[in-house]
Nanobody, 124 residues
Framework: QVQLVESGGGLVQAGGSLRLSCAAS????????MGWFRQAPGKEREFVAR????????HYADSVKGRFTISRDNPKNMVYLQMHSLKPEDTAVYYC?????????????????WGQGTQVTVSS
């Protein structure tokens, strides 16, 4: 089992920045690739970003490329999502997720563990 707890969400104006954090506990953190997803009201959960076990490879949704950065600190069991130039359409609940498989996937059902989510609201 891996327990994931997100934090750092909040209300921000368009053009602003936020950094989300995800604290992991349980199994060996470095065995898992980590991802960030988001879900807006009435919409399906969508992929945002993914980072490999070592942190050496990252993958982003086109909608956030160049604005968001995913990173991880394995000794601290932490993964982060730095978000810049936020837009109202970025408003959603943001979730971190852990994937034991090394194959890159953007499909939520392929991830093994999930946090409870943190709300990000971007006002126009």
């Amino acid at each position: 089992q891996v327990q994931l707890v997100e934090s750092g969400g909040g209300l921000v104006q368009a053009g602003g920045s936020l950094r989300l954090s995800c604290a992991a506990s349980g199994r060996t953190f470095s065995n898992y690739a980590m991802g960030w997803f988001r879900q807006a009201p009435g919409k399906e959960r969508e992929f945002v970003a993914r980072i490999s076990r070592s942190g050496g490879r990252t993958h982003y949704a086109d909608s956030v490329k160049g604005r968001f950065t995913i990173s991880r600190d394995n000794p601290k069991n932490m993964v982060y999502l730095q978000m810049h130039s936020l837009k109202p359409e970025d408003t959603a609940v943001y979730y971190c997720a852990a994937d034991l498989d090394v194959v890159v996937t953007t499909t939520p059902s392929r991830y093994d563990y999930w946090g409870q989510g943190t709300q990000v609201t971007v006002s126009s």
